[in-house]
């Protein structure tokens, strides 16, 4: 199987990690050696529920036996779809009423993006520094970090970068910027949350000028960092809401969420605005309502805090310099790339599944289901910290 992986399937770095999977279960993946691997990674923040959960398995079993792909998006009346993005409006705010359903994360960024230049009748998108969106044309276009987007030149013109978390920055959101889109905490850069009220300022600024802030909530969305949405702890609505990962509860999943008036026009003028055959799946849809119902009628967002805290109790070492983030959304910052990489690989021999971001070599990445244990994150960070033991302090 090994051989058949590196010869047969397309790969995206010259050194994946390569665990031939053999099944996997609550907070543990399984190796075909049956070897229990600790998950602290979450599938990068997708499995909300850890892996199997009852309630999400039993609804994908039971969608399967009704019926799976039956029409293009949006056509017929599908009750999956109809019910997860009622509930999604059910917990946003009146103005975030209508949700589009897509199948990644950047489809929905894509989405967003047009939804964004048909109302403004504006081109220009204002992106932060070391941002990332997703990689189709329109998300690697709003990426702030070129080194990964320069070979596939020419992207979207007409985009500006802004520093995140930079007051100063705000005056280059003009009346001929279309949207502004942000991540609420940046990931790929490390996990920075917005600061000195930055979302707010961002908010009145797009207001003052008429551009739309679009929101990508696609890691923080769905209760990992406490609140069911992270702009809920910032005092900031979004115009365009764009959620993805978690919501699908180990499922493929994106979703834009904004006013009927302004989703309205993806249907008018031209009609058509936004098309794809699987969005909405409704197998796809009853997994990710499940996921839903759990997260907002459990104590896991609670949760997410008290773990946090958990965490931060456990994860004190020399050689971790900070811990970035919020909730079950946290990022280990050591003191050099050779030192990141060293815990994610040696984790993974001592059974304990960590991982890299995107942008910043020197963290490593904490997201585990929300449904992990507290023994399973003392079992966990004790791993950690023997391993940070063995590592030179030169490193
Ligand atoms: C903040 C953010 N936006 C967009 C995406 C893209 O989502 P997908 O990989 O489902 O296309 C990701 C994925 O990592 C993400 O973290």
Not at 17 to 32: C, K, P, R, V
């Amino acid at each position: 199987m090994r051989l058949d992986f590196f010869k047969y399937q397309a790969q995206t770095s010259p050194h994946p990690l390569a665990m031939e999977i053999s099944h996997a279960n609550g907070s543990y993946i399984y190796d075909t050696n049956n070897k229990a691997y600790l998950d602290f990674v979450a599938g990068v923040s997708a499995s909300t529920l850890g892996h199997n959960h009852s309630k999400v398995v039993n609804a994908i079993k039971s969608q399967l036996d009704k019926y799976m792909h039956v029409m293009v998006y949006g056509e017929y009346i599908q009750k999956p779809a109809v019910e997860l993005t009622k509930l999604l409006a059910k917990h946003l705010p009146a103005s975030l009423e209508k949700t589009y359903l897509t199948n990644s994360g950047t489809e929905a960024i894509e989405g967003a993006l047009k939804l964004a230049k048909r109302a403004t009748g504006r081109s220009e998108i204002i992106a932060a520094n070391k941002a990332y969106h997703g990689n189709t044309m329109g998300s690697l276009s709003v990426m702030g970090f070129e080194e990964r987007k320069q070979a596939f030149r020419p992207l979207l013109p007409n985009v500006k970068f802004i520093e995140f978390n930079k007051a100063a920055d705000l005056k280059h959101i003009t009346v001929k910027t279309a949207c502004v889109i942000l991540e609420t905490i940046q990931g790929g850069a490390g996990f920075i949350e917005p600061k000195n009220n930055y979302l707010e300022k961002v908010r009145h600024r797009c207001n003052e000028v008429g551009a739309l802030l679009i929101l990508d909530e696609i890691q923080p969305g769905i209760g990992r960092t406490g609140k069911l949405f992270g702009f809920q702890h910032y005092n900031c609505i979004p115009d365009i809401l764009v959620t993805g990962k978690g919501l699908g509860g180990g499922m493929p999943i994106g979703a834009f969420t904004a006013s009927s008036k302004l989703m309205d026009l993806l249907s008018d003028n031209p009609k058509l605005g936004h098309i794809t055959t699987f969005g909405g799946h409704p197998v796809i849809a009853a997994s990710a309502l499940a996921t839903l119902q759990e997260v907002t009628q459990s104590t896991l967002m609670e949760q997410a805090l008290e773990k946090e805290q958990l965490f931060r109790k456990l994860l004190v070492h020399p050689l971790i310099k900070d811990i970035r983030g919020k909730g079950l959304m946290l990022a280990l910052i050591t003191p050099s790339d050779a030192v990141a990489n060293d815990l994610i690989l040696k984790s993974q021999d001592a059974g304990l599944i960590l991982f890299w971001l995107l942008f910043e070599p020197k963290a490593v990445r904490i997201t585990p289901p929300l449904t992990i244990s507290n023994e399973e994150i003392i079992k966990g960070c004790a791993i950690i910290i023997d391993i940070l033991n063995t590592l030179q302090p030169s490193k």
